[in-house]
């Protein structure tokens, strides 16, 4: 029964595992292809600066001179309260750090009732438009982060290894593998055209394959989480695929679509979104699908005479409190990304159906719902597998565990090493 079953597994994963290589090589787009830049967005040249002065001007001065010819009125030092109060603003000298135009420098009219002050020597992210006039060319367009954004992964690599030693570091390599999957094939690939959900679902899979069995090993228990995520993932992708058509959702619904529907017009906005729930979903599935496999292994490992009806109702009971906290954490998870938009809504005080219906809203609502349903099914799914899987090396009747026999032959010789 065990040869068998892990024949029908090898038999679907290794055509699977086939067809996956052979869907890179066939869609492997070679690098993103090339653009005129619109000089919109994210679509800028941008470049390294540094503020080295900022002195506080009149706003007065700024209005009437159109902020070209502005006089220096006091060294900085008041806070935008104080600006606001006293109707002062702040000229900044910016000095461009890399690029033809390094040593280069600008100046900056900040507005006391802007988010985001500048201040003396602080790392910036500088706009460049060379068909501008040459004092328009530069512009500040954001904080530089390198540093705190570097730090913080270094301790996150820390944490975890630490914590998860050699797993830890193969889960470190997992992610950095991920990550080149994402940049050198999925993203290029849709760019240049290719079925999005084509381009998600060979993507997903080669991402899938590769972080869980690095992660877990080669073995029958990786394999049948493999499997599971599997027929998760194909549910997902049915389904949205239906309510995505259904709902009439574009895909195409904020500036950042705006733009790349602009520059790329024959990329699948609807096909797009579709991709991103795949992928969006993958990274929990995982977790459910490796968790409950994990759950029904140790549970026949305490119990090696547990049928696989016993197995399957203690993992599924196990399997239904991970499904109420990872759905919860999904719509919490949406609900704290999309604040500002609900916050809208609630200014404008829209009624709920409003709310939900609106494009913009009922696009992260079937992503959620999707994404769980297919989370909920992965449950017993991959539960039922493993049970099946692990109880056909049940021991017969009347013969003992193997776990049993291999723990008596451990204590025999410690009493002969001991005598």
Excluded at 61 to 84: H, I, M
Excluded at 164 to 193: C, K, W
Excluded at 200 to 229: D, E, K, N, P, Q
Aim: charge should be positive.
């Amino acid at each position: 029964m065990s040869r068998h079953l892990r024949k029908v597994i090898a038999a679907i994963l290794v055509p699977f595992t086939a067809a996956v290589v052979v869907g890179l090589v066939v869609l492997w787009p070679g690098g993103a292809p090339p653009h005129q830049r619109s000089g919109v967005g994210f679509d800028r040249q941008t470049q390294q600066a540094t503020v080295t002065r900022v002195l506080s001007v009149s706003c007065k001065s700024v209005n009437a001179s159109g902020g070209s010819s502005l006089g220096d009125t006091a060294a900085s030092g008041a806070g935008p309260a104080d600006q606001k109060k006293k109707g002062t603003c702040k000229k900044a000298t910016v000095r461009v750090d890399s690029g033809k135009d390094r040593g280069r420098t600008f100046t900056e009219i900040v507005q006391p009732d802007q988010t985001r002050q500048l201040h003396q020597g602080e790392q910036v992210v500088v706009a460049y438009e060379p068909s501008a006039p040459k004092d328009l060319q530069y512009s500040v367009t954001d904080v530089n982060r390198q540093f705190p954004m570097a730090l913080l992964a270094g301790i996150f690599a820390v944490a975890v290894v630490v914590v998860g030693r050699l797993r830890g570091v193969m889960a470190l390599v997992a992610l950095a593998v991920s990550f080149l999957v994402l940049t050198l094939f999925i993203l290029p690939a849709i760019l240049q055209g290719s079925n999005p959900l084509l381009v998600a679902v060979v993507g997903s899979s080669a991402i899938m394959l590769i972080a869980l069995y690095m992660c877990h090993g080669l073995s029958a228990r990786t394999s049948v989480a493999v499997l599971g995520t599997l027929v998760s993932l194909m549910l997902i992708g049915f389904l949205g695929s239906q309510f995505i058509g259904w709902a009439a959702l574009t895909g195409n619904t904020d500036d950042s679509t705006g733009l790349i529907h602009g520059l790329y017009p024959s990329i699948d906005m609807s096909g797009l979104l579709l991709a991103g729930v795949i992928i969006g979903s993958l990274g929990v599935l995982d977790d459910v699908t490796v968790t409950q496999t994990s759950a029904v292994w140790e549970l026949h490992e305490a119990n090696p005479s547990m049928g696989w009806r016993g197995l399957y109702r203690a993992g599924i009971r196990i399997g239904r409190d991970h499904i109420a906290s990872v759905v919860n954490t999904l719509v919490l998870a949406y609900a704290g990304a999309a604040l500002p938009l609900l916050l809208l809504f609630s200014i404008a005080q829209s009624s709920v159906s409003t709310v939900a219906t609106s494009e913009l809203v009922a696009e992260e609502i079937v992503r959620t719902l999707v994404g769980s349903i297919g989370l909920v099914a992965s449950v017993p799914v991959t539960t039922a597998l493993a049970a099946l899987v692990v109880s056909a090396d049940r021991p017969e009747p009347g013969n003992p565990a193997p776990a049993a026999v291999a723990a008596a032959a451990r204590g025999g010789r410690g009493r002969r090493r001991r005598r």
